[in-house]
């Protein structure tokens, strides 16, 4: 399996490369300073390696000025927020949240720690922040801008599944799951499809519906953005390729590991974002002073091998959009 990159992708992430060599400050801090990072799982392995990644190249060193506690959630559920907190009660200088439902936990965790979220779907409509301009409180961050995404989602996956009528979605518990699914709802109705809404709050509910539906049941499978169901994405690709039917993910490296199509952020790009907002912070900035950003670069990324798989040609003109195809 290869993959390729089209070269305005590639251009892109060097300008952000540039972009976060030309914001280094004087110095990083010669202290040593305690970052903590609260994630939902492995699936997004590469927001951190992006943040990673970016705060090498602001000068953050773990064998010298840093120290990372990661706490790995494997997904969302009631212990979050305990992690949460115990997170908080290492009293690091700023605390990284990926995903909306472990900033909600962080922002009740804490009101004085700096926070700093990245791969969070609406913060304004989840009630993280009262605007993107400024959040008047202890967090900043990155959205991934999942609700109004959901409905273009919907119009690729039927582009590149026209046969599709009956879309199973796994909905999640969390706030951007029902934001997400009630903008994908109403392009549903536009393009004459019904989505088949099955709800989720563990890895054996997603288990437990996922084997009582029947072969037939659906048409294709919307990947509705949530931290449990992407921690547990394996689970959709592999029921979509035993159905061959289509899988509509939210993100590239999903599409790498297996779904059909994606569009939206790149995952390590969104961790070099959350890198240059940290370094912010730990300059002293604080977070009610940092505008909420957006991804600065949206991706189509297509798996041709899981398209052969299924038996699906997709169109030329969807290719030609693509800024990452694996095969």
């Known amino acids: 399996m290869r993959q390729h990159f089209r070269k305005t992708a590639t251009l892109c992430v060097v300008t952000l490369t540039m972009l976060v060599a030309a914001a280094l400050h004087a110095a990083p801090p010669a202290r040593t300073v305690r970052v903590a990072v609260l994630t939902?799982?492995?699936?997004?392995?590469?927001?951190?390696?992006?943040?990673?990644?970016?705060?090498?190249?602001?000068?953050?060193?773990?064998?010298?000025?840093?120290?990372?506690?990661?706490e790995d959630t494997k997904g969302s559920g009631s212990e979050v927020q305990a992690q949460a907190q115990a997170l908080v009660s290492a009293k690091p200088d700023v605390l990284v949240t990926v995903g909306t439902s472990h900033t909600v936990a962080a922002k009740a965790a804490t009101s004085t720690i700096p926070i700093v979220f990245t791969w969070v779907g609406d913060p304004v409509r989840s009630g993280l922040v009262p605007s993107y301009a400024a959040s008047g409180n202890n967090l900043t961050g990155v959205s991934v801008y999942s609700?109004?995404?959901?409905?273009?989602?919907?119009?690729?996956?039927?582009?590149?599944?026209?046969?599709?009528?009956?879309?199973?979605?796994?909905?999640g518990k969390e706030s951007i799951a029902e934001i997400s699914f009630s903008a994908a709802?109403?392009?549903?109705?536009?393009?004459?499809?019904?989505?088949?809404?099955?709800?989720?709050?563990?890895?054996?509910?997603?288990?437990?519906?996922?084997?009582?539906?029947?072969?037939?049941?659906?048409?294709?499978?919307?990947?509705?953005?949530?931290?449990?169901?992407?921690?547990?994405?394996?689970?959709?690709?592999?029921?979509?390729?035993?159905?061959?039917?289509?899988?509509?993910?939210h993100e590239d490296e999903l599409v790498a590991a297996g779904a059909l199509v994606s569009y939206g952020a790149n995952a390590r790009r969104m961790g070099l974002q959350t890198a240059l907002l940290v370094d912010k912070v730990l300059g002293g900035v604080a977070p009610a002073e940092i505008p909420i950003q957006v991804p600065d670069k949206l991706f189509l990324a297509i798996n041709l091998v899981t398209a052969k798989t299924i038996g699906l040609k997709p169109p030329l003109a969807l290719l030609e959009r693509a800024e990452r195809i694996v095969e």
Do not use: W
């Open 40 to 70: 939902p799982g492995l699936s997004f392995g590469e927001v951190l390696a992006g943040f990673r990644e970016g705060l090498g190249q602001l000068g953050y060193r773990e064998s010298t000025n840093l120290i990372l506690l990661i």
């Open 147 to 171: 609700g109004p995404l959901s409905g273009k989602r919907l119009e690729i996956l039927r582009e590149i599944a026209p046969n599709a009528r009956r879309i199973l979605c796994l909905v």
């Open 185 to 249: 709802q109403k392009t549903a109705e536009k393009l004459g499809v019904v989505l088949i809404r099955r709800d989720v709050a563990s890895r054996d509910d997603i288990v437990r519906e996922l084997s009582v539906l029947p072969k037939g049941a659906f048409d294709a499978i919307y990947h509705v953005p949530s931290g449990l169901v992407s921690a547990h994405i394996n689970l959709l690709i592999q029921r979509a390729r035993e159905d061959k039917v289509a899988l509509m993910a």
